[in-house]
């Protein structure tokens, strides 16, 4: 049951113009303001309406590779020492994004606030939008899956050494069987501490 202060405070992140999430103490989504579902929908995020999200753990959109990071981080702020920052890629087809997350526990130490904030909006420079490689078979492993990076969604080859690509068709509309992973230039730049 939510308190009168989660509340009130729901109503004044309603309409807030950045994607903004309240997790309970294990990590389970408990709100998800308006700007949510306009992301999503902007975004090809077909299914993933903030009502569908309410009640599962925001661990279960992290990427393995990603998850001690993100739950470190979250566990943080969950104590109240301190509030949780780290800025992201999440670019689309034709608009390159990048976004500031910043988590702090409620001043009544219900909820955790988690806000994403957009720093950087442009399109994409054409010359990375032309860059497109027709045959799956490229980024496809035996079991038909395509692994994408979580951060920047460059897409890797298959093969060994990997190389990752910027694929606007897949951007555009992701394939059949996506698996998340991260890029070295992204590990590096967002999580220096596990590159």
């Keep these: 049951m939510k308190s009168a202060f989660v509340s009130h405070l729901e109503e004044i992140l309603e309409k807030d113009p950045a994607v903004i999430y309240l997790l309970d103490r294990d990590l389970r989504i408990v709100y998800c303001n308006e700007a949510w579902d306009r992301f999503a929908a902007e975004n090809g ?3 993933l309406s903030r009502q569908l999200q309410l009640g599962r753990s925001v661990m279960d959109a992290v990427p ?13 702020a969950l104590c109240g020492r301190q509030s949780w920052e780290h800025c992201y890629e999440c670019s689309s087809p034709t608009v390159y994004r990048n976004f500031r997350m910043m988590s702090r526990l409620d001043p009544e130490g219900e ?18 939008r032309t860059v497109c490689f027709p045959k799956e078979s490229v980024w496809a492993d035996n079991h038909d899956f395509v692994t994408m990076c979580c951060h920047c969604r460059r897409t890797c080859r298959s093969k060994q050494p990997p190389i990752w690509d910027w ?4 951007i555009e509309k ?12 992204c590990r590096a ?7």
């Design 111 to 128: 909820a955790l606030v988690v806000v994403n904030s957009i720093t950087v909006e442009r399109p994409h420079d054409d010359r990375e």
């Design 167 to 170: 694929v606007p068709a897949y």
């Design 174 to 185: 992701p394939p059949g069987l996506v698996s998340h992973g991260i890029c070295a230039p």
């Design 45 to 47: 995020g077909r299914g």
């Design 64 to 76: 393995l590779p990603l998850k001690p990071f993100f739950e470190d981080g979250y566990r943080r």
């Design 189 to 195: 730049l967002y999580y220096p501490e596990f590159a």
